[in-house]
């Protein structure tokens, strides 16, 4: 695919720095594990709060709309001064999260410490983003998806943890996981010196950004339709993630321990479509992948509502494999189209990501209360039909 970005790094393909991806696709799985107690502990907050499915929703959006609404905003003001050292910063707004759930003596501190955690995925996403890319040796669709992978990872891990950790033990033992936010920040550090010593190296070798060969009017479009299937991605993520073991407890009368292990079965399908979308995309182009996930996943939407408990697990695990190998795709895609914004491009797609996600968990939280949870996963079935603005899509291999 052709290079478009500004953010090119300097060194060639085989002289990746797979070290530094390994090192924040691994705080990204840290930043996930935690952001994931959230969600997973929701059945015992509900339980213990005496929670409505409205409020659950309303948790969900302060997480994710704090992080959607700053993620573009930070970006954007990285491009023009990047901020190596602001990633163990954000790391240390989600540690404080964590420590307010762990503690919450009501409703309110819980939306507080949600608000906590987002403001910390809203710093962390669009830096370690751009490192990502700079550390990919042109392989961007590869770095993405290293990246990525490690959120994927954690959001699956953090459930299994909820189950095994939290759930017997309790609200107060989030607290544990804070550690893992402090061992996130002495990474975090480490790449920032990374990233800093690149700059450094590289300041007087930056060229000015190549430009696409398509009109602004084309390009607006474009990112308009890649925000339109990253709304059908994540609100029907959202839906799973936030509601898929009520669905298993209402319709199959399952445990919560084990609708928590089928929710890490769907996770980790999810974390392996990112590579799968990340490797392929950098073969056969970003398009091909894009239009394959959205829409390609049709099939096994629609027949998901009416499965049995054999086939549920067997129908996610296809719809995480191919659904999720979309975004890495997306993101490169975006960054093609605006060259030198790989900062806002970060924080608007991942941003988006979390917002969608957070509107999408408070409606769907709206309709549970009003029509039940099998009726939320029919409406949700037939979103990736919007897979089909896919062939509005530009081909950047012949405009670049």
Known sequence: MTDTTADRP??????TAFAVLMAVSFCHMLNDIMQSMLAAIYPMLKSDYGLDFWQIGLLTMAFQVTASLLQPAI???TDKKPMPYSLPVGMGSTFIGLLLLATAANYSLLLIGAMFIGLGSAIFH???????????GGRYGLAQAVFQVGGNAGTAIGPLLAAFIVVPRGQGSVAWFSLAALLGMIVLWRVSAWYAAYRQRTAKRAGPSPALNLPRGKIAMSLAILISLVFAKNVYMAGISSYYTFFLIEKFGVTVQQSQILLFVFLGSVAAGTVLGGLIGDRIG???????SILGVLPFTLALPYANLFWTPILTVAI????????PQIVVFAQELLPGRVGMVAGMF???????????????GIIADSSGIEFVYKICSFLPLLGLLTVFLPNLKKTG
């Open 320 to 327: 995480g494999l191919i659904l999720a190998s979309a975004f």
């Open 286 to 292: 970003s398009k091909t992948v894009i239009w394959f």
């Open 10 to 15: 300097s060194v060639p393909a085989e002289q």
């Open 350 to 364: 991942f941003g988006f990501a979390f917002g969608l996600g957070g509107l999408g968990a408070a409606v769907l």
């Open 126 to 136: 669009p830096e370690s983003s751009r490192v990502a890319r700079l550390a990919s």
């Open 75 to 77: 970006g954007l003001t």
